[in-house]
């Protein structure tokens, strides 16, 4: 419940934050440069039409490169939200988490918590065993399940997979 909060607020302030950038326009060039700056540059050589069309070219060329860099803005917020929230919410990619396991791994049991290099913190939900095997900071590869939000785990060097889920 609380990523789902989190997640739509941090949509709302993307979406307040695009609509406020789209919506603002530059001042005229002769009320955004001081006297001595619109002299150095020359403006004051150009007719009342030309300045008009200058400003309007700025206008545009500015809009332009806003509108690009909220939609990039948008991207990048996108994917970093993916991947922050990977296996809490499923957006649909089937590319496996790939880190490490920090610290010893003393095989797979329901309830155990898993920490990974990544931050992320997994706890098996059904019994599956790995039984022997003690492995130091081993290599993980945690994928979501075809159907459903169901994710597996699987050590490196092992066939089997156990069904876990993101708690951090």
């Keep these: 419940m609380k990523m789902s909060r989190l997640f739509l607020s941090i949509a709302l302030a993307v979406a307040s934050t695009c ?6 326009t530059l001042e005229p060039l002769r009320d ?10 020359g403006l004051d050589k150009l007719s009342p039409a030309e300045l008009a069309a200058l400003d309007a070219w700025l206008q545009q060329r500015v809009g ?6 909220v939609e990039q803005a948008k991207q990048e917020g996108r994917k970093e939200v ?10 649909g990619t089937a590319e496996p988490i790939a880190s490490t396991i920090v610290g010893e791994f003393n095989g797979f049991a329901k309830g155990r918590q898993y920490t990974l ?52």
């Design 64 to 69: 332009q490169q806003t509108a690009q860099a």
């Design 32 to 41: 955004a440069m001081s006297e001595s700056e619109f002299k150095a540059a």
């Design 117 to 168: 290099a990544n931050g992320q913190v997994w706890e098996q939900v059904e019994a599956v065993s790995l039984a022997g095997v003690r492995r130091t900071d081993p290599a993980v590869k945690i994928t979501p399940s075809r159907f459903g939000n169901k994710w597996f785990m699987k050590i490196d060097g092992y066939n089997t997979a156990a069904p876990v889920r993101r708690i951090k």
């Design 82 to 91: 993916e991947q922050e929230t990977r296996g809490f919410f499923d957006f």
């Design 19 to 24: 609509t406020f950038a789209q919506e603002r």
